[in-house]
């Protein structure tokens, strides 16, 4: 079984920084490309950064400057450092990947359970 566990999420200030971390496990064969995403109450779940096996990352548009997606591939982890927070960054963030099963060598897209940041003004 695959699993996906985001943490790090909590409460900050406005200009505050976090970091999430999304860890991988279960019997893993590689993890393809992982993207964070949130999802703020009454709103669309949408994107804001993703980060390919080679590293290549993109950014929503209003996140771009301000947070910073990698990974560790010997740990199976994905982070998002999130840095001069806004109240408007407030929302759940779930971490996506594409993984490889060992078992089967099939491919399928896993999401974690979230994690919530909150923002206060």
């Known amino acids: 079984q695959v699993q996906l566990v985001e943490s790090g999420g909590g409460l900050v200030q406005a200009g505050g920084s976090l970091r999430l971390s999304c860890v991988a496990s279960g019997r893993i064969l590689s993890i393809n490309a992982v993207g964070w995403y949130r999802q703020a109450p009454g709103k669309q779940r949408e994107l804001v950064a993703t980060?390919?096996?080679?590293?290549?990352?993109n950014y929503a548009d209003s996140v771009k400057g301000r947070f910073t997606i990698s990974r560790d591939n010997a740990k199976n982890t994905v982070y998002l450092q999130m840095t001069s927070l806004k109240a408007e960054d407030t929302a759940v963030y779930y971490c996506?990947?594409?993984?490889?099963?060992?078992?089967?060598?099939?491919?399928?897209?896993?999401w974690g359970q979230g994690t919530q940041v909150t923002v206060s003004p």
């Open positions: 996506n990947a594409r993984i490889t099963r060992l078992y089967d060598l099939r491919s399928d897209d896993y």
């Open positions: 980060i390919t096996t080679g590293g290549t990352t």
